[in-house]
């Protein structure tokens, strides 16, 4: 009996199932359903976490500081300035005129502003002496000039508009009866009405000043004169048509350089009703940092779009340093393949920086928004290094900048990289200071070229103000009402961004050229470029 009940248990216990069974698959079922929920709520927070670094980029992009709202901030505060200096003034002269009407007395007091420079000794002095009395006040008896007090006061007389006759006189000979007149003068425009410094005027107030033509006429209206939109627009084209040699020369000057800075920027152009974007690119010669003999310059161009086959075309017979930003577009003039020769490259450091400023600034602003800020505040602390003594070698010799960036920045761009290789592979491939780290590394020969080659600059700067005056006029019209208009813009860009780049002041330096280029032989025409120019000898006496 006892053995039968030994068989009936061993078979129950065989068929039977296990108590510890549906335990195990209920705790395996519990587990990878709380791993999936892990990893959605991991990724959702990584969703949640770079959606509000995307957010914090637009706002900053909207909000915050940036190179073209610089000069934005910049007249904000200066209005903040004068506001506060002029309610200063207001409220110490109240003062005063209240203690006067009390009775009291005024006692004098010490000026808190500082101490004004004279003012320009070049101007026209206009004495204006206050009648003394004949006899002393006091006695009647004669008085002797002791001295004077001159009290200058800066004073400004209206624009003056005047018509200019120029007369050539007719002779006629009582032998031979034959008619003799000088012959007439060269005029910038032909048949035109309009005087050197009135076109120059005109020029620099369209493209320097960013004025269009149709303010400028309501402008001159009020002074008094009618000049249509359309004339000063056939002058502008005329004079355009003029200086066209000192554009090209000054193409040939840039395009001549060894280094050269490279960018572009987008401008509205007008096209059959609505606004399209264009480009403009800017190419300079700046050999000042180097302390390179060759005079600085600039030329422009202006294309409908941004297709690679622009600055292929424009740099088509240029086969030197090239420094910019990491634009596609250039990758062809990089080819080694490249007819003449390839291009070399130079990255901008200042780019590079830039990234990893912008996710310290949104960290800085937003605490915790980004969890890999302290990365990117390192990065940009150990870049400052070596934009820090790079400042204290710029106008040096090639020679000299070479030593120094073998002996001091050499080393820490090579601990910069190794930092951020080390850094770099822990980091995800999605992460923002991963980007910005990639950007640098997979272009490192580029970003450290400047190391053997002292010419080469750290950053694209030069480029970038060159720019800087469009990027601001932008904002008050449009660029040009056609593609023609935005190429002639390129070229008095080029003029007006040359001369300033030689301290040349571009409306006076307009005036002359537009007065002689006419009459300028064709073989002398390098006199006539900013650099060779002399202002001319128009002494202020003459207007005193």
């Given at each position: 009996m006892r053995l039968w009940l030994n068989r009936v248990r061993a078979d129950y216990s065989r068929h039977s199932p296990r108590r510890g069974r549906p335990r195990k698959t209920a705790l395996v079922a519990e587990r990878s359903a709380r791993r999936e929920a892990e990893a959605r709520a991991s990724g959702a927070e990584a969703m949640v976490a770079h959606l509000k670094l995307v957010i914090a980029k637009l706002k900053r992009e909207r909000f915050g500081p940036s190179a073209e709202r610089g000069s934005q901030l910049l007249d904000q505060l200066e209005l903040q300035l004068e506001e506060l200096a002029a309610s200063a003034t207001e409220d110490e002269l109240a003062a005063k005129a209240k203690s006067g009407e009390d009775g009291t007395v005024v006692t004098s007091f010490t000026r808190k502003k500082p101490v004004r420079a004279p003012l320009p000794e070049h101007l026209p002095r206009e004495r204006v002496v206050i009648p003394a009395p004949a006899v002393c006040p006091c006695c009647g008896g004669k008085l002797a000039k002791?001295?004077?007090?001159?009290?200058?006061?800066?004073?400004?007389?209206?624009?003056?508009?005047?018509?200019?006759?120029?007369?050539?006189?007719?002779?006629?000979?009582?032998?031979?009866?034959?008619?003799?007149?000088?012959?007439?003068?060269?005029?910038?425009?032909?048949?035109?009405?309009?005087?050197?410094?009135?076109?120059?005027?005109i020029l620099y107030a369209k493209y320097g000043h960013h004025q269009p033509l149709n303010r400028q006429s309501e402008s001159f209206a009020r002074e008094g004169i009618d000049l249509d939109v359309s004339t000063m627009a056939d002058w502008v084209g005329a004079c355009t048509a003029a200086l066209a040699p000192l554009v090209e020369l000054i193409r040939r000057h840039v395009l001549g350089a060894a280094r050269l800075h490279g960018d572009d920027?987008?401008?509205?152009?007008?096209?059959?009703?609505?606004?399209?974007?264009?480009?403009?690119?800017?190419?300079?010669?700046?050999?000042?940092?180097?302390?390179?003999?060759?005079?600085?310059?600039?030329?422009?161009?202006?294309?409908?779009?941004?297709?690679?086959?622009?600055?292929?075309?424009?740099?088509?017979?240029?086969?030197?340093?090239?420094?910019?930003?990491?634009?596609?577009?250039?990758?062809?003039?990089?080819?080694?393949?490249?007819?003449?020769?390839?291009?070399?490259?130079?990255?901008?450091?200042?780019?590079?920086?830039?990234?990893?400023?912008?996710?310290?600034?949104?960290?800085?602003?937003?605490?915790?928004?980004?969890?890999?800020?302290?990365?990117?505040?390192?990065?940009?602390?150990?870049?400052?290094?070596?934009?820090?003594?790079?400042?204290?070698?710029?106008?040096?010799?090639?020679?000299?900048?070479?030593?120094?960036?073998?002996?001091?920045?050499?080393?820490?761009?090579?601990?910069?990289?190794?930092?951020?290789?080390?850094?770099?592979?822990?980091?995800?491939?999605?992460?923002?200071?991963?980007?910005?780290?990639?950007?640098?590394?997979?272009?490192?020969?580029?970003?450290?070229?400047?190391?053997?080659?002292?010419?080469?600059?750290?950053?694209?700067?030069?480029?970038?103000?060159?720019?800087?005056?469009?990027?601001?006029?932008?904002?008050?019209?449009?660029?040009?009402?056609?593609?023609?208009?935005?190429?002639?813009?390129?070229?008095?860009?080029?003029?007006?961004?040359?001369?300033?780049?030689?301290?040349?002041?571009?409306?006076?330096?307009?005036?002359?050229?537009?007065?002689?280029?006419?009459?300028?032989p064709a073989r002398r025409l390098h006199e006539l470029l900013p650099w060779n120019w002399q202002k001319p000898a128009i002494a202020h006496t003459a207007a005193a």
């Open positions: 002791l001295g004077e007090d001159v009290t200058e006061t800066l004073e400004v007389v209206p624009r003056q508009w005047k018509v200019v006759q120029t007369v050539r006189e007719k002779f006629t000979c009582r032998r031979c009866e034959k008619i003799t007149q000088p012959p007439a003068p060269f005029h910038t425009i032909a048949r035109g009405r309009a005087g050197a410094s009135l076109l120059a005027m920027s987008t401008v509205p152009v007008l096209a059959k009703g609505k606004t399209v974007t264009g480009r403009v690119w800017a190419y300079v010669r700046d050999d000042r940092p180097f302390a390179g003999p060759a005079p600085p310059a600039a030329v422009f161009y202006y294309s409908c779009n941004r297709d690679g086959e622009h600055p292929r075309k424009h740099l088509a017979a240029y086969a030197g340093l090239l420094q910019a930003d990491a634009y596609g577009g250039f990758n062809g003039l990089y080819d080694p393949k490249r007819s003449p020769a390839p291009i070399t490259e130079a990255a901008c450091w200042s780019h590079g920086r830039r990234k990893f400023f912008v996710l310290a600034d949104i960290a800085k602003s937003a605490p915790g928004r980004e969890p890999r800020a302290p990365l990117a505040v390192a990065a940009v602390r150990r870049i400052d290094a070596i934009f820090a003594i790079e400042s204290e070698i710029n106008g040096l010799p090639v020679e000299q900048r070479l030593a120094v960036r073998t002996a001091r920045i050499a080393p820490l761009v090579a601990e910069l990289e190794s930092w951020m290789r080390t850094e770099r592979a822990r980091l995800s491939r999605h992460a923002d200071v991963a980007k910005a780290m990639d950007y640098m590394l997979k272009r490192w020969t580029a970003f450290t070229r400047f190391l053997s080659d002292g010419r080469i600059c750290l950053t694209n700067n030069a480029a970038e103000r060159a720019l800087r005056g469009i990027a601001i006029g932008r904002k008050n019209w449009l660029f040009a009402g056609s593609d023609r208009g935005g190429e002639r813009a390129a070229a008095m860009y080029t003029l007006i961004a040359t001369a300033k780049l030689n301290n040349v002041d571009p409306q006076a330096w307009l005036a002359d050229v537009l007065r002689r280029i006419a009459d300028h």
